[in-house]
C-alpha cells in the first residue's frame, strides 16, 4: 500500500525480511526499497538499527504511511468465537485495547499480510488477524471490527532506499538528511559531538543510540537533522560531529515530507 501510494508506476515486490528487500535492491534485483522504520504507537521498527548502517544502500525518501487497521476472521467467525490473533508485532502492539477487551492469545506473525493468509488458509473460526482492508479483500475474509488500533492518526514512516545517492537540489526546498556515528561511553562524549549542532542552529529531529559491543563500552547513534549538506551550519554541525566522534556514515538527503508540516 505504502509503495502503491507512493510510487504508482512501478511494481510492488514482496520479500520475506527486511533483510532480503535490502539485498535484493543491493543485486539490482530491485530499484528500490520501501522500509518502515518508526510507527507513532508502536515505536521503532525492530532491525532497523542494525540493518541501515550496515547496508550499501542510500536513503533518498521518506513517506508517511496511515495505518488502519481490521480485525479479519474466516467467514462465520464472531469477536465470541475467536481465541488467537495473529499479526506482526507492529500490528499487535498498535492494537493493545484489542487484546485487553477480548481477552484472546496474541500470535506474532512475520507481517500483517502473512496472518491475514494464514487466517484465510486455516478458516477456524478461532483464528483471526489483524491487517489492512486489502488484505481482507485479497484473502476473502470478513471484517470483524474497523479501525482497531489504539488511536485513531495512527501512521507509519517509511524511508526509500536506493543503490546510488540521489541529493536533492538545496534550491528545490527543505530536505533531511540521516547519518549514523560512534562515539567512545565516556562522560561528556555524546555532548561534545552534538554541540556543533546547537551553536550552528540545526535541528535535530531523532536520536537514538545503540550498544555495539560485548563490553558496553561503545555506543552507535543514529540521527535526522533539518537541512542539506551544502547549506554551511549544517556543514559546521557535521564537521564538528566528526571530529568528536570515533565514526560517521552519512545515509542519505532526500526532500522533506509535507507531512512533517501538518498540524
Same mark, same amino acid.
Given at each position: 500500500?505504502?509503495?502503491?501510494?507512493?510510487?504508482?508506476?512501478?511494481?510492488?515486490?514482496?520479500?520475506?525480511?527486511?533483510?532480503?528487500?535490502?539485498?535484493?535492491?543491493?543485486?539490482?534485483?530491485?530499484? /528500490?526499497?520501501?522500509?518502515?522504520?518508526?510507527?507513532?504507537?508502536?515505536?521503532?521498527?525492530?532491525?532497523?538499527?542494525?540493518?541501515?548502517?550496515?547496508?550499501?544502500?542510500?536513503?533518498?525518501?521518506?513517506?508517511?504511511?496511515?495505518?488502519?487497521?481490521?480485525?479479519?476472521?474466516?467467514?462465520?467467525?464472531?469477536?465470541?468465537?475467536?481465541?488467537?490473533?495473529?499479526?506482526?508485532?507492529?500490528?499487535?502492539?498498535?492494537?493493545?485495547?484489542?487484546?485487553?477487551?477480548?481477552?484472546?492469545?496474541?500470535?506474532?506473525?512475520?507481517?500483517?499480510?502473512?496472518?491475514?493468509?494464514?487466517?484465510?488458509?486455516?478458516?477456524?473460526?478461532?483464528?483471526?488477524?489483524?491487517?489492512?482492508? /486489502?488484505?481482507?479483500?485479497?484473502?476473502?475474509?470478513?471484517?470483524?471490527?474497523?479501525?482497531?488500533?489504539?488511536?485513531?492518526?495512527?501512521?507509519?514512516?517509511?524511508?526509500?532506499?536506493?543503490?546510488?545517492?540521489?541529493?536533492?537540489? %538545496?534550491?528545490?526546498?527543505?530536505?533531511?538528511?540521516?547519518?549514523?556515528?560512534?562515539?567512545?561511553?565516556?562522560?561528556?562524549?555524546?555532548?561534545?559531538?552534538?554541540?556543533?549542532?546547537?551553536?550552528?542552529?540545526?535541528?535535530?529531529?531523532?536520536?537514538?543510540?545503540?550498544?555495539?559491543?560485548?563490553?558496553?563500552?561503545?555506543?552507535?547513534?543514529?540521527?535526522?537533522?533539518?537541512?542539506?549538506?551544502?547549506? %554551511?551550519?549544517?556543514?559546521?554541525?557535521?564537521?564538528?560531529?566528526?571530529?568528536?566522534?570515533?565514526?560517521?556514515?552519512?545515509?542519505?538527503?532526500?526532500?522533506?515530507?509535507?507531512?512533517?508540516?501538518?498540524?
Amino acid at each position: 500500500m505504502a509503495c502503491a501510494a507512493a510510487y504508482p508506476d512501478m511494481e510492488a515486490v514482496g520479500h520475506g525480511t527486511f533483510a532480503e528487500c535490502f539485498a535484493a535492491v543491493e543485486a539490482g534485483g530491485c530499484e /528500490l526499497a520501501m522500509i518502515p522504520i518508526e510507527n507513532t504507537l508502536g515505536g521503532r521498527v525492530a532491525d532497523m538499527h542494525h540493518l541501515l548502517p550496515e547496508s550499501s544502500l542510500y536513503i533518498i525518501g521518506e513517506h508517511y504511511q496511515p495505518v488502519r487497521h481490521q480485525l479479519l476472521a474466516p467467514h462465520g467467525a464472531t469477536l465470541d468465537s475467536l481465541k488467537t490473533i495473529a499479526s506482526h508485532e507492529q500490528g499487535l502492539a498498535q492494537c493493545r485495547e484489542l487484546f485487553r477487551e477480548l481477552g484472546v492469545e496474541a500470535l506474532d506473525f512475520g507481517d500483517t499480510a502473512g496472518a491475514a493468509k494464514e487466517a484465510a488458509e486455516r478458516n477456524d473460526p478461532t483464528f483471526g488477524a489483524i491487517a489492512s482492508e /486489502l488484505a481482507a479483500e485479497t484473502y476473502g475474509l470478513q471484517i470483524l471490527r474497523s479501525r482497531i488500533e489504539d488511536r485513531l492518526g495512527n501512521t507509519t514512516r517509511m524511508v526509500v532506499m536506493s543503490r546510488t545517492s540521489v541529493e536533492p537540489d %538545496p534550491l528545490d526546498g527543505a530536505a533531511m538528511t540521516s547519518l549514523v556515528f560512534e562515539t567512545r561511553s565516556v562522560p561528556g562524549a555524546l555532548y561534545k559531538a552534538l554541540g556543533g549542532f546547537a551553536t550552528n542552529g540545526v535541528n535535530i529531529t531523532k536520536l537514538e543510540s545503540y550498544i555495539i559491543d560485548q563490553s558496553f563500552t561503545a555506543a552507535q547513534f543514529y540521527i535526522e537533522v533539518e537541512g542539506h549538506p551544502s547549506d %554551511p551550519a549544517v556543514s559546521n554541525a557535521f564537521e564538528e560531529l566528526q571530529f568528536f566522534s570515533a565514526k560517521m556514515k552519512r545515509l542519505g538527503t532526500y526532500p522533506k515530507s509535507d507531512w512533517r508540516s501538518q498540524p
